[in-house]
């Protein structure tokens, strides 16, 4: 082996615990890193997954570009394209299954009904029979389904299954059971197509398209032709029309990743602590080295060989624990997904860009955090070798870089109040780097000021820990300012958390003002959803006791490029039952004016990303061609608070989508109506509505307030894995210090300190030194948070920044906390130095 | 002094200044010194006396104020840091008052360092071989903390010798030691100049260490005061110091 190599490994092990220390900040930045990362990518292939067809040749799917049924000629035209082998017409919705009171919280909520074409779908699809018969033309009330499947629904041959429909509920005999094996989420009950379009109330019009290619077409060129041939109404290739959703995942993965950075960080200053101290221990052998002719490059070069294999080693380990973090967050989060948004999570998926950031940012940060520190080193000259070891007392020039620091830390400011979330996370870097800048400078006075209270508790040691943690603030400061990043990650998290919690409690108050709510079970995924035609609100309308019926309609348009989810409200009812959470410069006149003409009202997401002001145009393509709408207001509601969305009049939907079925329907009671009766009426008319949910407002918000919380448990793990590296930083230092004034504690115990003193002394020290982190960590993490939150409501996730005093006092008690923990180790160490031979260390 | 054989160390008016004006102190004030190969010199003097300064600045760790110093006939004078520290690599080896071993590397790595620094692919079997020569052979593989005092100035003595150098700079290399030990590394100094032919230059404050050597350089305020060669016996550094006034 290299003598570089050599030295630095064994020098690695000879520190042992203490290179175990600060290889576990590096393994939980990696962590954070590596970890968070793998599941926005899941996602995304989850999306994918659920959406397109599992199993089969399909080379190609054709939907349309609206989310609407088409008529189907288009396989005509496809099978124009020459690469096209064949093609195949289908219908694919998702329908609730009616849940019972009883049933288990992982029932089956949702099935994926297929309508085939039996004459063509042989050429994309297998259907392998284990029971009973395929279907053939003419069955126009029966269904096969997958072996496993049936089995999961208690359905053998024979038997019924009920599905929800436009007109109510439809009954189909189940006739054959097929071989093939269920993919979760893709739970799939086949009709003949006939059967599906009536099901769905479609005429002749279908909902997609399945094509395979001649062997060895080209694939992208073949995507491309039939593209071109069939015009933007239609998208060609997998159904991923959910950019809305993915880009508040994207939100998601911003923030993750500046708190992965903020503990990729701690982990540098963990290290640049450890090596500074090293350095300074091995001056002697420094010397020598240099003496018997070792260039100053070879001793840098040991440093960095040091810290590189210092890196790999907690990357590695890194890489590990972050897979086990993604893991550990789906396994927590599958259940909510799966609940509210009917969408399987299979597990983390790390693209090659998550696995080369990681191992890039966990060595590089290694290896960087140890170059000042070698450099130092490097510095170290040959007869020091000739020198007795001096004292560890050696202080720091702090003047000019705190300035600095102070320049770093206004020039941030500017950064984080921009609004643009890219420049407020490149402002929250820079604002940390300023404030560790300015950390050493201050360090000093703040702790002559802190330590006075603490001196009330440690009468006798509060001096001499003191003086210990100020005879080095540049290790004092590296500290705290480790400590601060991890407690400013604790408040800036649950900042943003209340602020979500507070900003969704006040949208759930204004916009579900109604007393009763018909909701489809699953109502994220607009298009798997089945519609109510306009029977059911007439019936609601009818029953004695309500007072006012609203209903809203959905539909998708392409504006700018991209999607955004429409949806119809009827402006005479609307604001009975309903309300908007309005931004300035809007009111209730908007909704009036919906009825008026082509007259839009965009939620905040939408008006912020296309910097729409009100009155003017903008462009939808439709169906039926492009039309011009005009902005009337910008406001949000509950339900599409995180979606791109505009708002029209119920009338312009059926002239421009061809909508004319209700998603969700509200209403309210009449003053003095009795609410049982009046819910039992309600309930009567929505047991023919097996799709519809009844809810009472006061239930449904329930129930979210429920949902939310638990996704809350999720923030929670985060909060904690985010602490860790600066208990990490706290042990360290606190090792460091004592092992450096292991000739010093020998005096003190020599001149009759008592070995609790000594403890007391280290564990005093240990609790400056985190109080001062803590009061850095919960200024920088309130302006942080403060500065997010303003962030996310420029970005149009409107909501009120609301105080964290949670987090604050979870953040004082997780930093006294850390304080006295971290002492534990080093202070018994400490007390328990053997007296004459402590005194003869050199 | 003049000798016939070559001089592997050649001083000439060598001088140096620590500080300036009223804190000036004149370490080292205008010294010669010429050490022929294979001899074995002792400097000895009060503390402050400038021995420990003429150490530094022949091995190279320091930079003269005027004068010149030439070790193997390469003056050491405009030497950048790269050659000055090959030079210190090949020709020098350095024993320590405090052994100065790396306390994760065992006897072998130890002794083999200047080699392996200098990519030598024998390092291991050259290092091993001084090892069994200064009576090591059964400690290869300890490390500093397994071995006593007296072992690891031989490691350090090993691994001064291991790069074949053609001179040995030895600090203070009893001063840490019981004089049983002491007085076994003395021996094995002599030993480095007569057996092995290396010049070893030595600074001790032991007189008995000191009558190891040759020849016995005396110094006083950064001067030679005296320059005399030693007969093996202990009274001759001893009658030295005392006509010197430094006993």
Same mark, same amino acid.
């Given at each position: 082996m290299k003598l570089p190599l050599t030295l630095a490994w064994r020098y690695l092990r000879g520190r042992g615990s203490r290179s175990l220390l600060t290889t576990l900040a590096v393994v939980f930045g990696v962590m954070l890193t590596f970890g968070l990362n793998g599941i926005l990518p899941a996602m995304v292939e989850a999306f994918n997954h659920n959406l397109?067809?599992?199993?089969?040749?399909?080379?190609l799917t054709v939907t349309s570009a609206f989310n609407q049924p088409f008529r189907a000629d288009v396989v005509d035209r496809m099978l124009?394209?020459?690469?096209?082998?064949s093609a195949s017409p289908g219908v694919q919705r998702i329908v609730p299954l009616p849940r019972?009171?009883?049933?288990?919280?992982?029932?089956?909520?949702q099935l994926v009904v297929v309508g085939i074409d039996l004459t063509t779908v042989g050429s994309v699809h297998d259907?392998?029979?284990?029971a009973g018969r395929m279907l053939t033309a003419g069955d126009n009330a029966a269904v096969v389904l997958n072996s496993d499947l049936a089995g999961q629904l208690a359905l053998g041959v024979g038997d019924q299954l009920v599905l929800p429909a436009a007109g109510g509920t439809a009954r189909f005999r189940v006739i054959g059971l097929l071989s093939s094996v269920t993919v979760p989420g893709q739970e799939q009950v086949y009709l003949t197509l006939p059967a599906a379009q009536q099901l769905f109330g479609?005429?002749?019009?279908?909902?997609l398209v399945e094509a395979a290619f001649t062997a060895g077409a080209d694939r992208t060129a073949t995507e491309q032709a039939v593209a071109t041939a069939l015009g933007p109404d239609y998208q060609v290739g997998?159904?991923?029309?959910q950019s809305t959703l993915l880009a508040s995942l994207q939100t998601a993965t911003f923030a993750f990743n500046m708190f992965g950075l903020f503990a990729l960080a701690t982990a540098g200053f963990i290290i640049a602590n450890s090596f500074r101290t090293v350095v300074a221990e091995r001056r002697r052998d420094i010397g020598m080295l240099r003496a018997v002719g070792t260039r100053r490059r070879t001793v840098i070069g040991m440093f960095l060989v040091e810290s590189l294999i210092q890196g790999v080693i907690g990357t590695a380990l890194g890489l590990v624990a972050g897979w086990g973090l993604a893991a550990g967050l789906f396994a927590v989060m599958a259940p909510i997904f799966e609940n509210v948004m009917h969408f399987h999570v299979p597990s983390p998926l790390f693209s090659a860009s998550t696995w080369i950031t990681s191992i890039l940012l966990g060595v590089g940060v290694t290896v960087v955090a140890a170059i000042l520190p070698a450099r130092a080193a490097g510095q170290v000259t040959p007869l020091e070798a000739m020198r007795p070891q001096l004292g560890g007392v050696y202080e720091r020039r702090v003047g000019r870089r705190a300035w600095i620091g102070v320049g770093t830390v206004v020039a941030s400011l500017f950064g984080l109040t921009t609004g643009s979330s890219s420049l407020v996370g490149l402002g929250a870097v820079v604002f940390l780097v300023g404030i560790a800048l300015v950390a050493p400078a201050v360090v000093n006075p703040i702790s002559n000021w802190a330590a006075r209270p603490l001196e009330l508790f440690f009468s006798r040691e509060g001096a001499i820990a003191r003086s210990n943690l100020q005879r080095n603030p540049g290790r004092s400061a590296i500290t705290v300012t480790a400590v601060m990043l991890g407690l400013a990650s604790i408040v800036a998290m649950i900042s943003i958390v209340t602020s979500i919690f507070v900003g969704f409690t006040n949208y759930l108050d204004k916009s579900l003002s109604a007393d009763y709510l018909l909701i489809?079970?699953?109502?994220?995924?607009?298009?798997g959803n089945v519609a109510a035609g306009p029977r059911l609100a007439e019936d609601l309308r009818s029953i004695?006791?309500?007072?006012a019926v609203s209903t809203l309609r959905i539909t998708q348009a392409k504006s700018d490029g991209g999607d955004v989810q429409v949806i119809g409200v009827d402006p005479a009812s609307y604001l009975k039952v309903a309300a908007f959470d309005w931004n300035?410069?809007?009111?209730?006149a908007a909704v009036a004016q919906?009825?008026?003409?082509r007259w839009l009202i965009a939620n905040g997401v939408y008006a912020a990303q296309h910097r729409l002001v009100v009155g003017q145009a903008v462009l939808l393509d439709t169906p039926n061609g492009p039309r011009t709408y005009h902005l009337g207001g910008v406001g949000n509601d509950y339900l599409n608070a995180k979606l791109s969305t505009l708002y029209a009049s119920q009338d312009n939907l059926q002239r421009d989508f061809n909508v004319t079925t209700d998603m969700l329907l509200m209403a309210n009671r009449t003053a003095g109506a009795d609410p049982d009766a009046t819910k039992a009426r309600v309930d009567r008319v929505v047991a023919?509505?097996?799709a519809f949910r009844l809810y009472e407002s006061s239930s449904w918000r329930a129930e979210q307030m429920r949902t939310f919380s638990q996704t809350i448990v999720i923030f929670d793990v985060l909060v904690a894995a985010l602490a860790l590296p600066s208990l990490l930083a706290l042990v360290n230092t606190l090792a460091i210090s004592v092992l450096t004034r292991t000739r010093e504690i020998g005096m003190l115990r020599a001149v009759g300190a008592t070995r609790r003193q000594i403890r007391r002394m280290v564990v005093a020290e240990s609790l400056l030194l985190s109080v001062i982190g803590t009061v850095f960590g919960a200024v920088a993490g309130l302006w942080l948070g403060y500065a997010l939150v303003a962030a996310m409501s420029a970005a149009g996730w409107q909501m009120p920044y609301s105080f964290p005093w949670s987090g604050l006092l979870a953040t004082v008690v997780v930093g006294i906390t850390f304080g006295v923990l971290a002492a534990i180790g080093p202070a018994r160490s400490a007390a328990r130095l053997d007296v004459v031979a402590a005194l003869h260390q050199e | 002094m003049t000798t016939t054989t070559a001089s592997i160390v050649e001083i000439s008016g060598l001088t140096k200044v620590y500080?300036?004006?009223?804190?000036?102190?004149?370490?080292?004030?205008d010294v010669d010194l010429l050490v022929p190969e294979g001899q074995f010199v002792t400097v000895m003097g009060p503390s402050g006396c400038g021995k420990s300064t003429l150490l530094n600045l022949l091995g190279g760790l320091d930079t003269p104020t005027a004068g010149t110093i030439s070790i193997n006939g390469t @003056?050491? &004078?405009? %030497?950048p840091d790269d050659q000055l520290t090959e030079l210190r690599r090949r020709r020098i080896g350095f024993v320590f008052q405090f052994f100065?071993?790396?306390?994760?590397?065992?006897a072998v790595e130890n002794a083999s360092l200047p080699l392996r620094l200098d990519g030598n692919g024998e390092a291991n079997a050259r290092a091993t071989a001084w090892l069994d020569r200064v009576g090591l052979g059964d400690r290869l593989n300890n490390r500093p903390d397994q071995l006593s005092g007296g072992q690891q100035q031989r490691v350090a003595i090993a691994r001064a010798l291991s790069t074949e150098p053609a001179l040995v700079l030895a600090d203070? @290399?009893? &001063?840490? %030691?019981?004089s049983k030990s002491a007085g076994e590394i003395g021996g094995l100094l002599r030993q480095v100049s007569t057996d092995w032919g290396r010049s070893v230059l030595m600074v001790t404050h032991d007189p008995r260490i000191a009558s190891f050597a040759q020849r016995l350089v005396l110094m006083r305020d950064g001067r030679i005061v005296d320059d005399l060669m030693l007969d093996?016996?202990?009274e001759g550094p001893r009658v030295a110091l005392e006509r010197a006034g430094l006993l």
């Open positions: 397109l067809s599992a199993a089969g040749r399909v080379d124009a394209v020459p690469q096209v082998a019972s009171a009883d049933a288990p919280p992982d029932a089956l909520a259907f392998p029979l284990a479609l005429g002749a019009r279908i909902t997998g159904l991923s029309s489809p079970q699953s109502i994220v995924l607009g298009q004695p006791g309500i007072a300035s410069g809007s009111s209730d919906l009825g008026t003409g023919g509505y097996p | 500080g300036s004006g009223a804190a000036e102190v004149r370490a080292l004030d @003056p050491l &004078g405009d %030497l100065n071993l790396i306390p994760v590397l065992n203070e @290399p009893t &001063g840490n %030691l019981d093996g016996t202990n």
